[in-house]
């Protein structure tokens, strides 16, 4: 005849069961927080270059919201997307997302998402290096023209009332009028609009 669990010996079970769970709750969140600090944060990259052929600048392209940027934003970042993905740099390479367009001839600028911080010089020779291998795909690419530089963040506007303070912007380069990028100085006065906001090319500026 079997004899029943003793009050103590029940006990006893659920004290082991509580502390298996313990054990294995703790093991999960010690490999989740290992895993988290092991991660490496993104890291974004501008990038600038010359569509030669294959398009012509319109006011159109101003637009974001229009069918023509956004179907050439398409455009550009799926060619940049298999440029890199023939390059060196395909295993670290996350997205490209077009920010706008600019004249000179067309003159795109972009964002590079990276899974690491990338080297700037090596990633303008592996995207040139990549469109020649990808190929045009309808839109040629001065190679010549590509630019990669660091990120700028945003500076927000400073109340009318203040008197605005001029952008932190690297050595050799310098903040456009509405301070929401920082552009070199050997690109000013270029015939390309860099600044969102033109002001990079205006007359005053330029001593037109």
Known sequence: MKRGLSSLEFLLAVVSSLLLVS???????SWISLKSEGAVEPAVL?????????????EELKNSSSLLFKSLAFDVQHLVSEAFRHS???LHFLSCQVLYFSR????????????????LKEAAQQ??????????????????SIQITEKQQKTTAAP???TPTTATCPPHQTSCADRS???PIDRLCDGVEDCPDNSDEVAA????
């Open 46 to 58: 501008s990038g600038r270059m010359v569509i030669t052929e294959g398009v012509v600048f319109s």
């Open 127 to 144: 995207l040139g290096a990549g469109l020649q291998e990808a190929g045009n795909a309808g839109l040629v690419i001065d190679k010549n």
């Open 88 to 90: 060196e740099l395909r």
């Open 104 to 119: 000179g001839s067309v003159a795109v600028t972009f964002d590079l998402c990276f899974n690491h911080l990338i080297d």
């Open 23 to 29: 054990c294995v709750a703790l093991i999960i969140l």
């Open 205 to 208: 500026r330029c001593g037109e």
């Open 160 to 162: 009318s009332s203040v």
């Open 181 to 183: 990028m920082c552009v």
